[in-house]
């Protein structure tokens, strides 16, 4: 069993949702958090709904865009499972995080979590989800995308340094999680909250509303 600091935020969030979800092997939290985390979302609206783990590798193609690549992983992991679903209303999501048309995945190591931390220092990056909303039996399927700017604080070598050492920077894109001690180097956010966390909410409700006729105030069942 992994040894974990009672006083990391981020570990406390993971052990939060492990409880919460009864996840009982620690070694899969930080595999399991955005997803523990999208369900959470979900879990604040009426909708019925399950989780589905998709197969599909998280890859750049060339000459892909931020915006094209999440709308396009976000369909491909929608359709791995609406094709084996194809009554259900499936829904996926891709979430990245891009500053200067790079795509920063989760660091491998400290080293490279202090050199992304130090490029986001003081400037504003965004944060893009691509969502994807499939049921094959109707023939519907329908993918979007949300972005959303953080601008980060001129971070001192103590502050990138203290954040560092919460080790809450090595499971997580770009090197941080808005919901922890990632929280504290952020000056400014524009737009959807819930998309920085890995689900925009009311876009989806927007969707869900418009092309499926599910409102999210009231009871129904979706699959996630």
């Known amino acids: 069993m992994k040894s974990i600091k009672i006083n990391d935020l981020a570990y406390k969030e993971a052990l939060r949702l492990a409880e919460k979800y009864n996840i009982i092997d620690l070694d899969k939290i930080s595999q399991s958090i955005e997803e523990m985390q999208r369900k959470e979302i979900l879990e604040n609206?009426?909708?019925k709904f399950k989780i589905m783990a998709s197969s599909i590798?998280?890859?750049?193609?060339?000459?892909?865009?931020?915006?094209?690549?999440?709308?396009?992983?976000?369909?491909e992991k929608g359709i791995d499972i609406a094709s084996r679903q194809k009554s259900d209303l499936v829904i996926s999501a891709d979430t990245i995080v891009v500053l200067d048309n790079t795509v920063l995945g989760k660091p491998k190591d400290e080293i490279e979590a202090r050199k992304m931390i130090t490029s986001l220092s003081g400037r504003t990056h965004q944060v893009i989800t691509g969502i994807s909303l499939i049921n094959l039996d109707n023939n519907k399927k329908i993918i979007d995308y949300v972005i959303?700017?953080?601008?980060?604080k001129n971070l001192s070598e103590e502050d990138i340094n203290d954040y560092i050492r919460t080790k809450e920077s090595l499971d997580k894109a770009g090197a941080y999680g808005i919901q922890g001690y990632g929280a504290l180097l952020v000056e400014e956010i524009q737009g959807d909250y819930f998309n920085i966390v890995g689900l925009p909410i009311s876009r989806l409700s927007d969707l869900l509303k418009k092309y499926f006729n599910i409102n999210l105030f009231m009871e129904g069942d979706v699959s996630e």
């Open 45 to 47: 609206t009426n909708v």
């Open 57 to 75: 590798e998280e890859l750049r193609l060339e000459g892909e865009s931020p915006c094209q690549m999440v709308m396009r992983l976000a369909f």
């Open 148 to 152: 959303s700017n953080v601008k980060f």
